[in-house]
């Protein structure tokens, strides 16, 4: 079984419920037909290069559905996995996220295994298969000003390799100012940074001495992608790209679905600090991949 109650102090997410509704997902993944895309060359090349590409208006005619299904985890967060408030009562406005719930949102559950996210992934990644992860949302209501710390994903999690991707998607507009920015070629750079808290920015705490703390505080503005978005719009990038937000006011509500995907090369792998999910026993080894029941390969 996972490991799945309780809370975690340092990372701030809430395990409130057990995220897994399905012993084996792979017969729904086999009874359903994923609708697939043909990525331009360009932005391929783009998200090898930089870490990071903008895939305009891909997924306009699911923004509704994904925001429902926000909105149901946004009213009732004790009933769903992993629910993390990251404003304190002293601040203004509501950022929030949440994880591991596509097995419980109707709406995730049809994106994930019908929509062409997983076929975007693959050719990303330029791996033959894609294997999802889990999925994440988040929201930063109108007034908040607080900043998402600078981070890259791939040493919150358990797993390690090069072939990852995020594929993100915008469900409301945001001008540049507010929207995600990115470090461009960070994931090339050989490093891997310490977990942040998006509480205040706190360093999770490791032993690893292979980790090293994130200093963008001189850092050439030419080096940083940055787009307003459209809702609908969808930014795909690597898991080891640094990226976080301005504390500029937030005039509206800026909402995003994510969802995490793996290629040919990654692994399951055992950090010596925490990992967001706080997943455990999986029964596999280091250097395995991920177990497909839990885990569902969906392209091709």
Not at 182 to 204: C, I, K, Q
Request: glycine share 6%.
């Amino acid at each position: 079984m996972l490991s799945m109650t309780g809370s975690d102090v340092e990372t701030g997410n809430a395990s409130t419920i057990e995220w897994r509704v399905f012993d084996d997902v792979r017969p729904l993944s086999a009874a359903t037909q994923r609708r697939s895309i043909t990525v331009d060359p360009a932005r391929i090349e783009e998200f090898r290069r930089d870490g990071v590409t903008h895939l305009p208006g891909i997924f306009i005619d699911e923004v509704d559905a994904l925001r429902s299904g926000l909105e149901r985890i946004l009213r009732e967060p004790h009933r769903f996995a992993f629910p993390c408030e990251s404003t304190t009562d002293t601040e203004q406005g509501r950022f929030f996220d949440a994880y591991c719930n596509w097995q419980r949102v109707p709406e995730f559950f049809a994106h994930v295994l019908t929509s062409p996210a997983a076929s975007i992934a693959a050719q990303c990644m330029v791996s033959e298969t894609a294997q999802l992860f889990h999925e994440h949302v988040f929201t930063k209501e109108g007034g908040v000003t607080k900043a998402t710390p600078w981070h890259h994903d791939l040493p919150y999690y358990c797993v390690d390799g090069t072939q990852t991707a995020s594929v993100y998607v915008a469900l409301d507009d945001a001008p540049a100012e507010t929207a995600v920015r990115f470090l461009r070629r960070s994931h090339l750079d050989g490093n891997l940074y310490r977990p942040r808290t998006f509480v205040d920015g706190a360093e999770y705490t490791t032993n690893d001495p292979a980790m090293r703390s994130v200093d963008v505080a001189n850092v050439d503005e030419a080096s940083v992608f940055s787009t307003a978005l459209r809702a609908g719009d969808v930014l795909v990038f690597d898991f080891r790209t640094l990226h976080g937000t301005t504390a500029s006011p937030v005039d509206a509500r800026r909402r995003a679905f994510s969802t995490r995907w793996l290629g040919d090369d990654v692994v399951y792998v055992e950090r010596p600090g925490a990992t967001s999910p706080p997943l455990d026993g999986l029964g596999i080894d280091p250097g395995d991949r991920m177990r497909s029941d839990w885990f569902p390969v969906l392209w091709p």
